[in-house]
């Protein structure tokens, strides 16, 4: 069976990215058979119901299984004031607005939380989305209008190309984390065109930080505008998990930040954050929130309450880095390839995408879950497992971890 997959594998996107030709717009979804062949090997990933999550540890398939493949950056999903911030608000509020922000969907909690975002990250206003991708959608196809050019890092998050599909402006992208293509590009556009410069501000699946000096200097240069997706460094990196942004000390130098309740936060949602008349534009032109029910209260106030717990406790930023650190370190050392990652996310590469399923399966049955990451989420026969540290893993977690991961990956090969 596991030949079978092999084979099929190779070729798992063909169906996909061909184009129809019987005329029978589910044709591609009745041919797409492979995932029955993955599921009867045992070696479907998706859509694992997780039992119960306390963080570090979860209940997955009816045993205790240490967490390595979560965003829960610092550890506050299941932080008692948190969820009692959570239910107080559904029961002041109901659980949802049902409405978009723009007509019926506003409370207090909503402003006061685009009040705190704003100060926090040190911009002057600041807007809330349902969710970060949403916010991304909506910033930035509601700014990249016509006659405008966003120049878009080639690893940025899917919800930034989305976003560029939906605005009326262009979007052209340029090699990852390379300052010198994207001066490259820039010095091709049309002198009159409006330009947006757009990057993570650590990459999602590789865990590398973007090179800020650099390209703010490339962005002056060429009189082009910066917006940063920092999903993954909120909560992380800078002053107190002020994010990648501030941990440069260019925060003046940057027009506009974006981040999301779904990682460090402890809730769902995003927000865009800047200049009080780009945001007012992006709250009346940015379809994604007009068209979209409002953040519901429950999430609202236990992202409020996440922040307000990150400002009080900053040490914990510093602790996931630390621990990321470790993870990284143990990984490496076991002849692991982590790549160029510097923070809280250690990519794991493994090559073959059947030999990333069964790494990640292996790990599993012996109680260390983590994420493998695919095609098209990374370039084909590129497979790697996405592993990731909380501020509230203890030192003896991640070495079992690391030990686990270790002694799987040469049962399979991977490393000597």
Same mark, same amino acid.
């Given at each position: 069976m596991e030949e079978i997959t092999e084979k099929r594998m190779k070729g798992r996107y063909r169906d996909f990215d061909e184009d129809a030709q019987s005329g029978e717009i589910f044709e591609r979804a009745y041919r797409f058979d492979l995932l029955e062949e993955i599921r009867k090997a045992g070696l479907y990933p998706y859509y694992k119901k997780i039992e119960r999550n306390d963080g570090p540890v979860a209940r997955i398939d009816g045993r205790e299984t240490l967490m390595f493949g979560s965003n829960n950056y610092l550890g506050l999903t299941t932080h008692p004031d948190v969820r009692r911030a959570a239910a107080e608000a559904a029961l002041e509020y109901g659980t949802s607005m049902t409405g978009s922000r723009l007509l019926n969907g506003s409370t207090?909690?909503?402003?006061?939380?685009?009040?705190? @975002?704003?100060? $926090? +990250? /040190?911009?002057?206003?600041?807007? +809330? $989305?349902?969710?970060?991708?949403?916010?991304? +959608? /909506?910033? @930035?196809?509601? =700014? +990249?209008?016509? /006659?405008? =050019?966003?120049?878009v890092d080639r690893f940025s998050h899917a919800s930034i190309h989305d976003a560029l599909r939906v605005a009326r402006g262009e979007g052209r992208v340029f090699r990852h984390n390379d300052p010198e293509d994207l001066g490259r590009a820039l010095a091709e556009a049309p002198d009159k065109s409006g330009r947006m410069i757009v990057v993570d501000g650590v990459y999602s699946m590789e865990g590398d930080v973007a090179k800020l000096p650099e390209i703010v200097r490339v962005a002056e240069r060429h009189h082009a505008r910066i917006y940063v997706d920092d999903a993954h460094g909120l909560g992380v990196l800078g002053r107190g998990g002020r994010g990648t942004v501030d941990s440069f000390g260019l925060t003046d130098r940057v027009d506009l930040i974006m981040g999301t309740f779904s990682k460090s936060l402890a809730s769902i949602g995003g927000f865009v954050a800047g200049e009080k008349a780009v945001v007012d534009y992006i709250r009346h032109f940015g379809r994604a929130i007009l068209f979209s029910a409002s953040l519901a209260p429950p999430n609202a106030a236990a992202a409020r309450k996440a922040l307000e717990i990150l400002r009080r406790e900053p040490e914990r930023a510093q602790r996931v880095c630390e621990n990321g650190r470790r993870l990284r370190e143990g990984l490496a050392r076991c002849g692991f390839d982590v790549g160029q990652s510097e923070t809280p996310i250690v990519p794991v590469a493994v090559g073959s995408e059947l030999n990333t399923l069964l790494l990640w399966r292996e790990l599993l049955l012996t109680g260390v879950f983590v994420n493998p990451v695919l095609y098209p989420a990374v370039p084909r026969e590129k497979g790697l497992l996405r592993t990731s540290t909380m501020a509230t893993h203890t030192e003896k977690q991640i070495d079992e971890a690391v030990e686990k991961i270790a002694e799987a990956g040469r049962k399979l090969g991977v490393i000597a």
């Amino acid at each position: 069976m596991e030949e079978i997959t092999e084979k099929r594998m190779k070729g798992r996107y063909r169906d996909f990215d061909e184009d129809a030709q019987s005329g029978e717009i589910f044709e591609r979804a009745y041919r797409f058979d492979l995932l029955e062949e993955i599921r009867k090997a045992g070696l479907y990933p998706y859509y694992k119901k997780i039992e119960r999550n306390d963080g570090p540890v979860a209940r997955i398939d009816g045993r205790e299984t240490l967490m390595f493949g979560s965003n829960n950056y610092l550890g506050l999903t299941t932080h008692p004031d948190v969820r009692r911030a959570a239910a107080e608000a559904a029961l002041e509020y109901g659980t949802s607005m049902t409405g978009s922000r723009l007509l019926n969907g506003s409370t207090p909690l909503h402003e006061a939380l685009e009040e705190e @975002l704003a100060d $926090f +990250v /040190g911009k002057q206003s600041a807007l +809330v $989305f349902a969710t970060g991708y949403q916010a991304n +959608v /909506g910033a @930035l196809s509601g =700014i +990249v209008g016509k /006659g405008c =050019i966003a120049f878009v890092d080639r690893f940025s998050h899917a919800s930034i190309h989305d976003a560029l599909r939906v605005a009326r402006g262009e979007g052209r992208v340029f090699r990852h984390n390379d300052p010198e293509d994207l001066g490259r590009a820039l010095a091709e556009a049309p002198d009159k065109s409006g330009r947006m410069i757009v990057v993570d501000g650590v990459y999602s699946m590789e865990g590398d930080v973007a090179k800020l000096p650099e390209i703010v200097r490339v962005a002056e240069r060429h009189h082009a505008r910066i917006y940063v997706d920092d999903a993954h460094g909120l909560g992380v990196l800078g002053r107190g998990g002020r994010g990648t942004v501030d941990s440069f000390g260019l925060t003046d130098r940057v027009d506009l930040i974006m981040g999301t309740f779904s990682k460090s936060l402890a809730s769902i949602g995003g927000f865009v954050a800047g200049e009080k008349a780009v945001v007012d534009y992006i709250r009346h032109f940015g379809r994604a929130i007009l068209f979209s029910a409002s953040l519901a209260p429950p999430n609202a106030a236990a992202a409020r309450k996440a922040l307000e717990i990150l400002r009080r406790e900053p040490e914990r930023a510093q602790r996931v880095c630390e621990n990321g650190r470790r993870l990284r370190e143990g990984l490496a050392r076991c002849g692991f390839d982590v790549g160029q990652s510097e923070t809280p996310i250690v990519p794991v590469a493994v090559g073959s995408e059947l030999n990333t399923l069964l790494l990640w399966r292996e790990l599993l049955l012996t109680g260390v879950f983590v994420n493998p990451v695919l095609y098209p989420a990374v370039p084909r026969e590129k497979g790697l497992l996405r592993t990731s540290t909380m501020a509230t893993h203890t030192e003896k977690q991640i070495d079992e971890a690391v030990e686990k991961i270790a002694e799987a990956g040469r049962k399979l090969g991977v490393i000597a």
